[in-house]
């Protein structure tokens, strides 16, 4: 009986050893394709622009790539912590599985719930115009040119609070407080005439590097100044929402 207790116990014994190995080589392998995962989101922007491709390749296949790599190393990250052996390392795996799988879904979800528009502006019927920037564009994809009523009718569905600035301030005051704010949003201003009540400018989002071309216009309205504003990507068909967040953010400030 007591042989048969033994032997069983051995055996148990060997199985949870064999569950500890397998799951110390699932913890070292979630981890190498964990770290994989999160390097291709961090190298997905910077090799877009040193050119080791496209931003499309970046934003499509780098990017899924490292999603469907986040949910592999998770997946053997748990495999490993149920088998037990080496679960500081599993544990790792798993957050840096996860880490990994968050921003390409994140981004995914804000892409498909915005339209896919790249140019927003506060005056549909009459946006304003980029003079000074018009040569940096050259080669952009997007045209300056508005889309007409099928863009704004878009933009007002999406963006319903994206509308000009009026204040008291007459247009000389206006325009002081506008470029200020501009500079206060760290754009890289091209151009400010206040004879025309214009200011162009760029801003670089810091991931990928795209460049967006701002164009802020102040004029009379009544007693006061009316402040619009204009951004326009130079590439992608959809800005994932990026042009609306920016003017959002720059009224913000001037109205505040």
């Known amino acids: 009986m007591r042989a048969r207790r033994s032997a069983a116990e051995y055996t148990c014994r060997r199985i949870e050893i064999d569950m500890k190995k397998t799951g110390a080589v699932l913890a070292v392998l979630a981890l190498v394709v964990g770290l994989l995962a999160v390097a291709m989101v961090l190298l997905a922007g910077p090799g877009s622009r040193m050119g080791w491709w496209t931003f499309r390749t970046g934003l499509t296949k780098v990017l899924a790539w490292a999603a469907y790599l986040g949910i592999a190393a998770a997946v053997l990250a748990l495999g490993a912590l149920i088998l037990g052996g080496r679960r500081a390392v599993a544990a790792v795996a798993l957050l840096a599985g996860i880490a990994a799988f968050l921003p390409p879904f994140l981004f995914r979800r804000t892409a498909t719930s915005v339209p896919a528009i790249h140019d927003i502006t506060t005056d549909t019927d009459n946006p304003p115009g980029f003079v000074a920037v018009l040569d940096r564009r050259a080669g952009a994809s997007n045209p300056v040119e508005y889309g007409g009523p099928e863009v704004a009718a878009k933009q007002h569905q999406a963006y319903p609070d994206i509308r000009p600035v009026t204040s008291s301030d007459p247009p000389a005051r206006a325009f002081e407080r506008a470029l200020a704010a501009a500079r206060a949003e760290g754009w890289e201003i091209v ?66």
């Open 191 to 256: 151009a400010a005439v206040p004879a025309d009540g214009r200011i162009e400018a760029t801003d670089t989002t810091r991931w990928f590097g795209f460049k967006d071309d701002i164009v802020v216009r102040v004029k009379p309205e009544g007693a006061g100044s009316r402040v619009d504003v204009r951004s326009l990507s130079r590439v992608g068909k959809s800005d994932v929402g990026k042009n609306a967040s920016r003017v959002r953010e720059y009224l913000h400030a001037l109205g505040s």
